[in-house]
């Protein structure tokens, strides 16, 4: 510790020559504070001086008097300092002499008091010397215990600080000499002179009380005088606690026999009142009872209130030498066991919390009584009229003076009664609030103290790797375990509860034995209902609920009968500690076979996974097959580690434990990879759609949203698959790894939270099957229900189309929309379905893994980097003598730089909330599309723009997040994204024009989504608008991709724009010998009659053209393009049917044709006969 000083010394020494040239500048006359005060006025009522110049002025001057208060109390201190370091013997020698005569032990004769109220102030003042803020004996003894944790740390801080002092004087002399010459107004010079030596005054204080400090610490004598009063605070604390409690004790006991005379009185009262009075009387004896038991409540409360304080101090002491431990001797294995030995003694958080929230229903009814005593009380201040209205009440006649005598004793009694229930209420009531006040520190201490416990102590290894000692120390132990004695004492622990509980055992042996007599029986009623549920008439839920019950029957059995002799041997009247450990090995085995059970016989032929879950039967083969040797073998290492563990032996849970669990991480690793593997024939989308959409009647709609859904979930699946299997094994891989390196008890935690996750999965699995089995079901009765209705349409002659058919006289399941929505519906269902388990699985989750996720706080120590990041001081008048530090003139509101480090923590939340956003960018923008689609009349264009924008407002927001955790702000990217702007901008000038068109096509909309749109030659239907190109489908289903630039700086013809009606018009030419006008007519009734044509605006026909015959022009309106050509088609149709009827016939155009002969053929007598076959050399040559 002395060398420390003597580094100071030289330092100081060798410093000083450093000085030297400052030594004219030291003569300059200090101003005091008074001078400087007066000053400041002088300058406030100067008006010639600019604005900007009085107020350098005054801040100068503000701030030298700031320096000088400092520097007052660094003199005091030092001043201080040096006095008890020149008496510090005589300090030592007395307070040694008060130690002597200091009495051990609290004398019995101070509770010989006779006065009770004399007793209750002396209670108080015990109290208050105790935990008084100021100067209580409690606060005393922290105060010289952490002085005397100062004597490890103080001196190598003073030699810094002494080091940074002397720098900063060597600075400030060096800034009063070249003052002069820094050019500046006179009267702002002076007051920056005056500023610098109050600077280097308080640096000259300062330094001497740190060499006061110095040679407080180094002297041997001041810190045997800490020890000294350190001792005797403590022996002073022990006494004032013996007294008070001999006090309280005292106190207590006469409170008790008061209320135990006042009972008694009110006994008496009642058998000498008269009949009349009697009523009144028994009152009296209630409240004089209810006093007797609210003085126990206020007895039992101060108990506990003790006891709490008493917790909460030795608590927060121990956390303190923990963190002092830590902090001393860093994070090794003797560290590690103190902490777990400390997490284990820790009180738990959920009792305290069930305490608190116990107490807030008693409080709630002190606060009501208090209510009604005060209402009784006031009501009996006048007591002549309480005794006319209580007369009358009681049908007491007063003009009797004895019974008038009795009532107004009774009612006098009464009053006395209510006044001291009234102020007993008072104080439980102030003591149950200071009690929950006690026990909320004494929860927020607990809770402090655990988290501070897991973040370190998953972190710290328990021991070496596992080596050949290790399995030696596990032979030996093997030895343990065998032993006769510890087994003996189990089974006496056993028979002794067996004897003290009879009826337990007894209901719980027949229970077992039925359980195997119907296990058979079980199995096959599995099997019947099985093949009842794979029937594709089965409709009804009820066999699959049935067999999930009788599964959870067959698989209980073996498990709850482990868990019964376990908790009942836990809880025995037996105080051996391998007793114990047994029923807690019993019982985590039965927690790790449950589930696997379960599993396992819901894979039985017939059972669960085949029949009613659909389970490939190449995985419910391989999961039945691996499970039957995995949950025995499991179930007897699984206890062997908790009994291990429950012994609470480091040795012995280091070896025999140790390679027991080992050896259960190693088997659950293989038993993983044999068993979670991608089923060999995975459902085919087109299977898996055709199963769910074999049903007579099902719309081709339906088949389509059918097969998405099932292409979605075969996607789902195979991520799932590509990622499970390879977790599963490696979660086996990594406990092995860290049993085997060293961090067993980290191992160790893991896996029984892994268990507990098991528990977790395992029953949403099961309710996600069933529900989604009662969906299917559903979806397949209103199915069929469906076709039954089109049926019986079908045959009374009512099918849609036909004359009188009215919709709304039909049930809606027989609407043509609603049955499209169907499989929608579904899909609804199943999605809220998961998006509930989700839910839940995530709270449970939580709170499996609440109690290790402290553990993660310790990333927030690993620094990756450091970053500059600007930040603003505010000069804060009363942070001065703490915060500064560096001594520096602090302008309000001025921008500093500083470095903060980016932990590994920053790091792994950025990544979070890169994944979060990536997931909400994925998924928040359909559920915006289904919002605006269900509750808002917009069209698919603008639901489109919608979540396009939301997608990318969550990637930049996510992306500005992400950056920001890792303090990488806008300031610090600015160049960067200037520079890759200019770059880019260039290299890729189309892209970023593509991109900026297609953020305007979002905004402005020339056209949307579903759009029939003509660019170039090409029309069709616009189907995706991205960030770079937008995807057109044409009449082939072929896809132009189209760059976003065309449709800003090209042209574009949108034929649904602002409005879907289009025209179309159909050129029809007949002989000119027809009457137009009748033709016209004809056109105009075949026009009206299309249903799919609008009549507003109705259809035309006009004469266009006489050449060749006369050719009429059709032209009519379509509400949309859907179905165009098909209206065109039938209107051809019609008007070829109604002319042929008409027998208006329809020219055929004239050809001319142009026949080349020889000269010869020309003259020839004649051509070949027609009935003779002309060969192709006759056919040339004619």
């Not at 009774?410 to 102020?423: M, Q, T, Y």
Request: glycine fraction near 4%; charged fraction near 25%; include cysteine.
């Amino acid at each position: 510790m002395s060398w420390r000083l003597f580094v100071v010394y030289g330092l100081t020494l060798g410093l000083l020559s450093a000085t030297a040239h400052a030594q004219s500048a030291a003569k300059i006359e200090v101003p005091s504070i008074q001078t400087l005060e007066k000053q400041i006025r002088v300058v406030e009522a100067n008006q010639d001086l600019a604005a900007n110049l009085r107020e350098n002025i005054l801040n100068y001057l503000k701030d030298a008097i700031e320096r000088l208060e400092i520097a007052q109390e660094h003199r005091e201190k030092g001043e201080r300092l040096e006095r008890n370091l020149a008496h510090v013997k005589a300090m030592l020698r007395n307070t040694e002499i008060r130690l002597e005569q200091s009495p051990a032990t609290a004398n019995p004769a101070i509770v010989n008091v006779t006065d009770l109220n004399e007793l209750e102030r002396m209670v108080e003042l015990r109290e208050k010397q105790l935990d008084d803020s100021q100067d209580g004996l409690r606060k005393r003894v922290g105060t010289l215990e952490a002085e005397l944790a100062l004597w490890r740390t103080r001196p190598e801080e003073l030699v810094n600080e002494l080091a940074e002092v002397e720098d900063r004087l060597i600075e400030i002399n060096d800034q009063i000499v070249t003052l002069p010459s820094a050019g500046e107004p006179r009267e702002l010079m002076q007051a920056h002179q005056a500023f610098l030596l109050s600077r280097r005054v308080r640096a000259e204080d300062e330094r001497r009380a740190l060499h006061a400090e110095a040679d407080w610490f180094q002297s041997v004598a001041a810190a045997d005088l800490v020890q000294a009063q350190r001792e005797l605070a403590t022996r002073e604390l022990a006494l004032k606690v013996g007294e008070l409690n001999l006090l309280q004790d005292e106190l207590a006991k006469r409170r008790g026999n008061q209320a135990d005379q006042r009972v008694q009185q009110a006994e008496e009262l009642v058998a000498k009142t008269t009949p009349e009075l009697k009523p009144l009387a028994q009152g009296n004896l209630e409240l004089a009872q209810e006093r007797h038991d609210i003085t126990d409540k206020i007895q039992v409360l101060e108990q506990r209130h003790e006891r709490a304080t008493n917790s909460w101090m030795e608590l927060e002491k121990e956390f303190e030498r923990t963190q002092s431990m830590v902090r001393d001797v860093g994070l090794t294995d003797s560290i590690g066991l103190l902490l777990r030995q400390q997490r284990a003694k820790l009180l738990n958080p959920r009792s305290l919390r069930s305490s608190l929230l116990h107490r807030n229903d008693v409080v709630r009814e002190a606060r009501m009584r208090l209510f009604q005593l005060d209402s009784d009380r006031l009501a009996l201040l006048d007591l002549d009229a309480a005794v006319v209205k209580r007369s009358v009440e009681l049908g007491v006649p007063l003009d009797q003076k004895p019974i008038a005598v009795n009532l107004k004793s009774l009612l006098s009694e009464r009053r006395n009664l209510i006044k001291g229930l009234d102020a007993d209420y008072s104080r439980f009531f102030q003591q149950l609030v200071e009690m929950d006040n006690l026990e909320r520190r004494l929860l927020n201490l607990t809770t402090k103290y655990a988290d501070y416990v897991d973040e370190r102590v998953l972190w710290i290894r328990t021991g070496q790797a596992f080596n050949q000692d290790n399995l030696l120390k596990a032979s030996k132990s093997l030895s343990w375990l065998a032993d006769q004695p510890s087994w003996n004492s189990v089974g006496d622990a056993a028979k002794m509860n067996i004897i003290r509980l009879p009826f337990w055992w007894a209901i719980s042996a027949v229970s077992f034995v039925v359980w195997l007599a119907l296990r058979p029986i079980l199995k096959k009623l599995v099997h019947h209902r099985g093949l009842a549920a794979s029937h594709r008439e089965c409709r009804n839920l009820t066999p699959t609920l049935q067999t999930l019950a009788l599964t959870l029957i067959i698989a209980s059995g073996w498990p709850l009968l482990l868990w019964f002799v376990g908790w009942r041997i836990d809880h025995s009247a037996s105080t051996i500690t391998f007793v114990h450990a047994v029923a807690a090995g019993m019982l985590r085995a039965a927690l790790f076979a449950f589930p696997l059970e379960v599993l396992r016989i819901a894979c039985l032929s017939g059972g669960l996974a085949e029949h009613h879950f659909n389970w490939p039967k190449s995985t419910i083969n391989r999961w039945r097959r691996n499970l039957s040797w995995y949950i025995p073998v499991g179930l007897i290492l699984v206890g062997l580690i908790a009994l291990t563990e429950g012994v609470a032996d480091e040795h012995r849970l280091d070896s025999i434990g140790r390679l027991t669990f080992l050896v259960f991480a190693a088997m659950t690793a293989l038993f993983c990879y044999l068993t979670i593997r991608r089923p060999l024939k995975p459902l085919d989308p087109n299977e898996a759609a055709s199963e769910e959409t074999a049903i007579q009647g099902a719309t081709a709609a339906a088949t389509e949203a059918s097969l998405k859904a099932a292409a979605e979930a075969d996607a789902w699946s195979d991520r799932f698959w590509r990622f499970c299997p390879r977790l599963a094994v490696g979660t086996g891989l990594l406990l092995f790894a860290l049993g085997w390196s060293g961090f067993f008890y980290t191992a160790l935690q893991l896996n029984w939270r892994l268990q507990n996750t098991t528990w977790l999965l395992m029953s949403l699995m099961l309710v996600r099957a069933t529900v989604r089995r009662w969906i299917a079901l559903e979806k397949r009765r209103m199915a069929v229900l469906q076709d039954q209705e089109l049926q019986t349409i079908s045959e009374a002659g009512f099918e849609p189309g036909n004359s009188g058919y009215n919709q709304f006289l039909l049930p809606r399941w027989t609407w043509p929309d609603f049955r499209m929505n169907l499989t929608q519906i579904v899909s609804q269902m199943r999605r809220l379905l998961d998006t509930g388990l989700i839910a839940f699985a995530v709270a449970g989750l939580w709170l499996v893994w609440a109690d290790v996720t402290p553990a993660l706080n310790i990333l927030d120590r690993v620094v990756l980097w450091r970053t500059t990041v600007e930040q603003v001081e505010l000069n804060d008048e009363t942070t001065h003598i703490s915060a500064e530090a560096t001594d520096k003139h602090l302008v309000f509101g001025q921008t500093v730089k500083r470095q903060l480090p980016v932990t590994a923590a920053d790091l792994g939340m950025a990544m979070l909330i890169m994944a979060m956003a990536v997931i909400a960018g994925r998924n928040i923008p359909g559920l915006v599309e289904v919002i605006l689609h269900e509750h808002l009349s917009v069209d698919a264009g603008v639901r489109f723009a919608a979540t396009c924008l939301v997608r990318y407002a969550i990637f930049v927001a996510g992306v500005g997040f992400a950056f920001a955790q890792i303090r990488v702000g806008w300031n610090n990217v600015q160049w960067l994204v200037a520079a890759a702007s200019v770059g880019l901008g260039f290299g890729l000038q189309e892209i970023f024009a593509n991109f900026v068109s297609g953020i305007i096509l979002l905004f402005e909309r020339p056209m949307r989504v579903g759009d029939v749109v003509t660019v170039g030659d090409t029309t069709g239907t616009v189907s995706r608008i991205r960030f770079r190109a937008t995807t057109i489908v044409d009449g082939d289903r072929k896809e132009l991709i189209v760059p976003n630039k065309e449709f800003i700086t090209g042209k574009l013809l949108n034929w649904t724009l602002s409005d879907r009606v289009n025209r179309f018009a159909v050129k029809v030419m007949v002989g000119s010998n027809n009457d137009p006008q009748r033709i016209r007519r004809l056109l105009l009734e075949i026009a009206a009659l299309q249903p799919t044509l609008l009549q507003d605006p109705a259809p035309t026909a006009s004469l266009e053209e006489l050449s060749g015959g006369q050719t009429f022009v059709v032209r009519a309106f379509l509400p949309s393009l859907d179905g165009r050509a098909n209206a065109i088609n039938d209107l051809y149709m019609m008007i070829h049917k109604r002319f042929e009827a008409e027998g208006i016939e329809m020219p055929r155009p004239s050809q001319e044709v142009f026949l080349r002969t020889d000269v010869q053929e020309a003259h020839s007598a004649s051509p070949p006969a027609p009935h003779q076959p002309m060969t192709a050399a006759a056919i040339k040559k004619w």
